[in-house]
């Protein structure tokens, strides 16, 4: 299985890309998961021409070439960061790679909650027309204290943490799975499926009545 986990902080030091460092390393043997920093990407602008900038457009294709998402946000004033939000805007206003990827929400932050607040917003935000994203239900990894979460190799040290984000990582590669099933038969539905003709219905119905 290929992921993409996206680092939802521009910051320099982020408990969150240590997360996804972690989620990286530990199941190896399940995914190949790759680390994207949206740090150094523009402020969404909203141009005429609905074209995504270059580190956009990367962005977008290494969704589109993933099977699943992993985002892991911090919580600013009870919200995900400004730097995230932008990126999702552009992804919304221009390709639109997240339409029906399943994804993951996971978050780090310094204070006890875990990033709650931030991760229910990105979930309003991943449920909109234009992002329109599968987000696994009823799953969420919250670390709280991150800043002593960690050792110097950045493993997790709380063992019931590291079983938690077990259980929720085995959970996504059923949702990837499950997710990516029902769309394909979706496709074939869709696929086999007349196109609808107005013409043909009155053709119809004319040689009923003669």
């Not at 956009?56 to 992993?70: C, M, N, P, T, Y």
């Not at 935000?125 to 709280?144: C, D, Q, T, V, Y």
Request: hydrophobic residues 40%; glycine residues 6%.
């Amino acid at each position: 299985m290929k992921l993409i986990g996206i680092v939802g902080s521009n910051a320099d030091h982020s408990t969150n890309r240590t997360l996804l460092r972690f989620i990286q390393k530990h199941f190896s043997d399940k995914a190949e998961v790759e680390v994207f920093e949206i740090k150094g990407l523009p402020a969404f602008n909203e141009p005429k021409d609905k074209k995504a900038p270059l580190g956009i457009q990367e962005l977008a294709d290494k969704i589109e070439a993933a099977d699943g998402v992993i985002i892991s946000t911090p919580e600013y004033d009870h919200s995900i960061p400004a730097a995230l939000k932008s990126v999702l805007e552009w992804l919304s206003y221009s390709v639109q790679p997240l339409v029906d990827k399943p994804v993951m929400i996971t978050g780090a932050s310094y204070g006890s909650l875990g990033s709650s607040r931030a991760q229910g917003h990105l979930r309003q935000i991943l449920n909109s027309p234009e992002l329109k994203a599968r987000i696994m239900p009823s799953a969420e990894f919250l670390l709280g204290y991150s800043l002593q979460a960690f050792d110097e190799e950045g493993d997790l040290l709380d063992q019931e943490k590291v079983a938690e984000l077990e259980d929720c990582f085995a959970e996504f590669q059923l949702f990837v799975e499950m997710t990516n099933l029902l769309l394909k038969e979706r496709q074939k539905r869709t696929t086999a499926k007349p196109a609808f003709s107005w013409k043909e219905i009155i053709a119809s119905e004319a040689e009923g009545n003669e």
